[in-house]
């Protein structure tokens, strides 16, 4: 049983598009952390949202915890060759990953 | 600069013959931990650390050893590598553990093979 589910697994997409991928779980957090690896390194943190409906703003993503405190979005508007790698959800306090979304972003 | 250093970055390997996976990190942080990614499984912590001396199992401990020695040092040990001990494995650290805003700092993995 996978603590935090990710969708979708995989989602390619073109160049300017947008996107959103999601972090659920049955489970409340009391923050919850999103990464974004690049092939060939390790997990870099985008972000850590605390407070259930925050939302924060880094550039052209956008990450949202949910009201509840048991799921999060990230949404990507115009998303660019940049933007492609594995993002992944994380709880915040216990380490425990989900299974990551790859995104391919086509020039 | 503030990182966390793996080496080596490459290995292969045949099984049985033990190995170390070197970490070390230069940010004076108590917690510390070992992951190994593979396909379809995300990342799967093996153990972790949350100061010297004390170490504990994460989800797959098994075929694993670690030590704490030192603040900064969290070696992962291979007593005897099997195949399925063939992955990408990550070494991570965090100023603490449970804290809210304190996120894991990762190396840049080391790609393991066994033959």
């Known amino acids: 049983t996978q603590l935090l589910e990710q969708s979708p697994q995989f989602l390619s997409i073109q160049e300017g598009e947008n996107l959103t991928v999601y972090c659920n779980s049955s489970s409340v957090f009391s923050s919850l952390q999103w990464y974004r690896q690049e092939p060939g390194e390790g997990p870099v943190l985008l972000v850590t949202?605390?407070?259930?409906?925050e939302v924060k703003k880094l550039k052209r993503l956008t990450f949202q915890f949910g009201d509840a405190r048991k799921d999060s979005s990230l949404h990507i508007t115009a998303a660019q060759p940049g933007d492609t790698g594995l993002y992944l959800c994380e709880t915040g306090n216990q380490f425990y990953f989900g299974t990551g979304t790859s995104l391919t972003v086509i020039p | 600069e503030a990182q966390v250093t793996q080496n080596p970055r490459y290995l292969i390997t045949v099984t049985g013959k033990k190995l170390t996976v070197t970490c070390s990190q230069n940010?004076?942080?108590?917690?510390m931990s070992w992951y190994r990614q593979d396909p379809g499984l995300g990342l799967r912590q093996i153990y972790y650390s949350m100061n010297v001396e004390v170490t504990d199992k994460g989800d797959v401990p098994e075929g694993y050893k670690v030590s704490r020695k030192e603040k900064r040092n969290f070696p992962l040990i291979l007593e005897s590598p099997s195949p399925n001990q063939t992955s990408l494995y990550f070494c991570?650290?965090?100023?603490?553990?449970?804290?809210?805003?304190?996120?894991?700092?990762f190396g840049n993995g080391t790609r393991l093979t066994v033959t």
């Open positions: 940010m004076n942080h108590e917690y």
């Open positions: 991570a650290s965090s100023l603490s553990w449970g804290e809210n805003n304190s996120p894991l700092h």
């Open positions: 949202v605390v407070t259930g409906g």
